[in-house]
Structure formats: structure tokens, C-alpha cells
């Protein structure tokens, strides 16, 4: 059945995240594994330069989609047939990117990549101009981000096409910015009806799926600890206080997502936010394989991608959560365990350092928390 794709009302109550929506973020599981376990080998084959920036490249195809379809789906979202199947397309065109990514990170080939990231977008070209033609308040909006993203589309099929090797990475950079403007331009004079809560959801279910990639990590390392009969134990204990000192201080603090300008805030710090998650992932795993002297790389680099991830993470949701409202000790509880952090990359044990450290910092915050609230009673 086809029904007309209207906007919904920003004060829905009850507004969940759909079957499909939770069918779309499971095929990113794959991709953004592929992303986590590449980055890994990277790092412990001493080639982490090189495999950091095919991450990010890589990460950023997967990560823009998703926040754009998020976004649309939070106005737009009818789930009607013609919606599930251009969905079920851009989920295609996932799988496609997860399929290029080795290609990348061996061969610096992002051919697949970019194949899959335009299937996706011309998709979400598509589900613009349904609503466009749907929705005669919201045209100009909706055109707009049809006609931005279409046209991103071009220029990174030229990019992949005919760019020299020279000028990939600054002409990457530069649409990369392209892109990150089509929504600031297609809403500048008219904003589409996204539901605070459904975004903020959202993010949350998605920052859930990419933790997963650090829990492999110690899982990891417990396997490996028992078919080896090296002591990894104390290892995936620390991995895992890590993991779980991530998923507190994230939803440790609300969204405060009241308007759009905070809006855009919030998605585009999920790129760091995400991405930092997924990079600890592959740290912790390249920590596993030093451990085990399985590794080429130095100690201080295969420590630095737990670190620097985690002091990433920490700033990221310090700035959006703690620092617009928050007044007092705990405007500096976060910005402090990112130093501390970081330190710790250079001192002995590090990753059981960090461990101690991002375990403090969630007893700080909640304590501070409840302080607050016992306050404000």
C-alpha cells in the first residue's frame, strides 16, 4: 500500500524506533565491524598511519548515511511499501560499502566503497523527493537537501573516477565538508519536523551497536587468553571496565535536544563520538595481539588507540552533555579524565591505567550527579 509521506508531529508521544529503523542499524553491524577489525590489523602490523585515515574515510561512508536517514525518518516515516523498499535499498548499499572495505585498507581501491555510499544517498534522493512532492510547506526544504545530495553524489563518482592519487585525500576533505553543509543549507530557512526524542533514541541504539565492537575485544581476549595459556584475564577485565565506562558516561546525561541548532550539534559529534568507539574497539584488539607478541607494532602506538579514542569520547560527550548546562565540578570531570587518559598512554600498564581512570570518572559522575539532584529537591 502506498500513503502519501507526510510530516510528523515533533510532539508525538510514543514515538519509538520502528522494526525496519533497528533492521537498518543491523546492517551497519557488519560494516562497521569490517571497519574496527581493519583498523585492528593495521595497527598490529605496524601500518597504523595509513590504516587510520583508511578508517576514517571508511567510517564517515557509513556514519553520514545513517544520521541523514535517521533524520529523514524522524519527519518522514510512513512505512509503506515504497518506504521499506527504497530502505531496503540503502541497506544493500551498506552491505556493499562493508564489502569494499578491505579493498581500502589493503589496497587504497575505494571503488566498492563510493559504489555503495552512492546506492545509498541516491536512495535517500529518492525519499526526499516523495516528501518533497508530499509535503508543499516543507518543498523548498526537501528539494534542497535532494538536490545537495545529488549533487555530492557526482562529485564523488569523479572523485573516484578521474581524481589523481594526489589530490584524493584534500578533495575527500573538501566534500566531506560539502556534505556535512547540505543539511545546514537545505534547512536554513525551513527545518524539518524531527522528534527530539526519537532522534536522541536513535544515537543511543546506534552508539549500542558500535560498543558491541569493543565487547568483542575482550571477548577476544579471553578466548585467546584460553587457548593460549597466557594470562589475559587481567587484560579483558580492564577492556571490559573500559566498555562499560563508555556505555555510563554516555547515557549517563540527558540529550537536552530542544532545538535544531542543538540538533546539529548532537548528530555531528556523533561522527567523533562513534567513531572514537569504534577505533577503541580495534585498540583494545590490537592490545590483545601485543600481549600475545603477536604484534609489530610499538607499545606506546597499539596503547595510543585505546587512549586517544577514549579522550576523544570523553570531550565529544562532555561537550554536547555536561558543557551547555551543566555548572560546577562536574563541568571538569570529563575534560580532566581525557588528560589523565591520555597520560596514561605513556606510563606502564596503560590500558589497565585507563581502565582505573574511566572507572573513577563514573563513580565522579554519579556522585555528582546525585549531589545535584538532592540539591535541586
Same mark, same amino acid.
Given at each position: 500500500?502506498?500513503?502519501?509521506?507526510?510530516?510528523?508531529?515533533?510532539?508525538?508521544?510514543?514515538?519509538?524506533?520502528?522494526?525496519?529503523?533497528?533492521?537498518?542499524?543491523?546492517?551497519?553491524?557488519?560494516?562497521?565491524?569490517?571497519?574496527?577489525?581493519?583498523?585492528?590489523?593495521?595497527?598490529?602490523?605496524?601500518?597504523?598511519?595509513?590504516?587510520?585515515?583508511?578508517?576514517?574515510?571508511?567510517?564517515?561512508?557509513?556514519?553520514?548515511?545513517?544520521?541523514?536517514?535517521?533524520?529523514?525518518?524522524?519527519?518522514?516515516?510512513?512505512?509503506?511499501?515504497?518506504?521499506?523498499?527504497?530502505?531496503?535499498?540503502?541497506?544493500?548499499?551498506?552491505?556493499?560499502?562493508?564489502?569494499?572495505?578491505?579493498?581500502?585498507?589493503?589496497?587504497?581501491?575505494?571503488?566498492?566503497?563510493?559504489?555503495?555510499?552512492?546506492?545509498?544517498?541516491?536512495?535517500?534522493?529518492?525519499?526526499?523527493?516523495?516528501?518533497?512532492?508530499?509535503?508543499?510547506?516543507?518543498?523548498?526544504?526537501?528539494?534542497?537537501?535532494?538536490?545537495?545530495?545529488?549533487?555530492?553524489?557526482?562529485?564523488?563518482?569523479?572523485?573516484?573516477?578521474?581524481?589523481?592519487?594526489?589530490?584524493?585525500?584534500?578533495?575527500?576533505?573538501?566534500?566531506?565538508?560539502?556534505?556535512?553543509?547540505?543539511?545546514?543549507?537545505?534547512?536554513?530557512?525551513?527545518?524539518?519536523?524531527?522528534?527530539?526524542?526519537?532522534?536522541?533514541?536513535?544515537?543511543?541504539?546506534?552508539?549500542?551497536?558500535?560498543?558491541?565492537?569493543?565487547? &568483542? $575485544? *575482550? +571477548?577476544?581476549?579471553?578466548?585467546?587468553?584460553?587457548? @593460549?595459556?597466557?594470562?589475559?584475564?587481567? #587484560?579483558?577485565? =580492564?577492556?571490559?571496565?573500559?566498555?562499560?565506562?563508555?556505555?555510563?558516561?554516555?547515557?549517563?546525561?540527558?540529550?537536552?535536544?530542544?532545538?535544531?541548532?542543538?540538533?546539529?550539534?548532537?548528530?555531528?559529534?556523533?561522527?567523533?563520538?562513534?567513531?572514537?568507539?569504534?577505533?577503541?574497539?580495534?585498540?583494545?584488539?590490537?592490545?590483545?595481539?601485543?600481549?600475545?607478541?603477536?604484534?609489530?607494532?610499538?607499545?606506546?602506538?597499539?596503547?595510543?588507540?585505546?587512549?586517544?579514542?577514549?579522550?576523544?569520547?570523553?570531550?565529544?560527550?562532555?561537550?554536547?552533555?555536561?558543557?551547555?548546562?551543566?555548572?560546577?565540578?562536574?563541568?571538569?570531570?570529563?575534560?580532566?579524565?581525557?588528560?589523565?587518559? &591520555? $597520560? *596514561? +598512554?605513556?606510563?606502564?600498564?596503560?590500558?589497565?591505567? @585507563?581502565?582505573?581512570?574511566?572507572?573513577? #570518572?563514573?563513580? =565522579?559522575?554519579?556522585?555528582?550527579?546525585?549531589?545535584?539532584?538532592?540539591?535541586?529537591?
Amino acid at each position: 500500500m502506498i500513503k502519501k509521506l507526510l510530516a510528523r508531529d515533533t510532539a508525538e508521544t510514543h514515538r519509538v524506533a520502528t522494526p525496519l529503523e533497528l533492521l537498518f542499524d543491523l546492517s551497519f553491524v557488519v560494516a562497521v565491524a569490517q571497519a574496527a577489525a581493519s583498523l585492528h590489523h593495521a595497527v598490529s602490523e605496524n601500518h597504523a598511519g595509513a590504516g587510520l585515515l583508511a578508517f576514517c574515510m571508511a567510517f564517515f561512508a557509513l556514519w553520514l548515511p545513517w544520521l541523514n536517514f535517521t533524520w529523514f525518518a524522524s519527519a518522514f516515516d510512513n512505512d509503506d511499501t515504497l518506504y521499506r523498499i527504497i530502505t531496503m535499498v540503502q541497506i544493500a548499499g551498506v552491505l556493499v560499502i562493508a564489502a569494499g572495505i578491505p579493498a581500502v585498507f589493503e589496497h587504497q581501491d575505494y571503488r566498492i566503497v563510493v559504489a555503495g555510499y552512492v546506492v545509498i544517498r541516491l536512495a535517500m534522493v529518492a525519499h526526499w523527493l516523495r516528501a518533497s512532492r508530499d509535503n508543499p510547506s516543507h518543498k523548498g526544504c526537501t528539494r534542497r537537501y535532494a538536490a545537495g545530495i545529488a549533487g555530492m553524489q557526482v562529485l564523488w563518482v569523479l572523485w573516484v573516477v578521474v581524481a589523481p592519487t594526489s589530490l584524493q585525500l584534500p578533495l575527500w576533505i573538501l566534500f566531506m565538508i560539502g556534505e556535512l553543509l547540505v543539511p545546514v543549507w537545505a534547512e536554513r530557512n525551513e527545518a524539518t519536523t524531527w522528534h527530539p526524542h526519537h532522534i536522541a533514541e536513535r544515537h543511543g541504539l546506534f552508539t549500542l551497536i558500535v560498543l558491541g565492537e569493543s565487547i &568483542l $575485544a *575482550a +571477548t577476544l581476549a579471553f578466548q585467546k587468553g584460553f587457548d @593460549t595459556g597466557v594470562n589475559l584475564i587481567s #587484560l579483558a577485565a =580492564a577492556s571490559l571496565v573500559i566498555v562499560f565506562s563508555v556505555w555510563w558516561i554516555y547515557f549517563e546525561a540527558p540529550s537536552h535536544l530542544h532545538n535544531l541548532k542543538k540538533a546539529f550539534l548532537w548528530g555531528y559529534a556523533h561522527l567523533f563520538i562513534l567513531g572514537s568507539i569504534a577505533a577503541l574497539g580495534a585498540g583494545l584488539a590490537a592490545s590483545v595481539d601485543y600481549d600475545l607478541h603477536l604484534s609489530h607494532a610499538p607499545g606506546t602506538t597499539v596503547a595510543a588507540f585505546t587512549t586517544v579514542p577514549l579522550a576523544v569520547f570523553f570531550l565529544c560527550v562532555w561537550y554536547v552533555q555536561d558543557c551547555p548546562g551543566q555548572a560546577g565540578v562536574r563541568k571538569y570531570l570529563l575534560p580532566l579524565g581525557s588528560l589523565a587518559v &591520555l $597520560a *596514561a +598512554t605513556f606510563g606502564p600498564a596503560p590500558i589497565h591505567v @585507563t581502565a582505573g581512570i574511566a572507572l573513577v #570518572l563514573c563513580i =565522579a559522575t554519579r556522585l555528582v550527579q546525585s549531589a545535584d539532584q538532592r540539591v535541586a529537591v
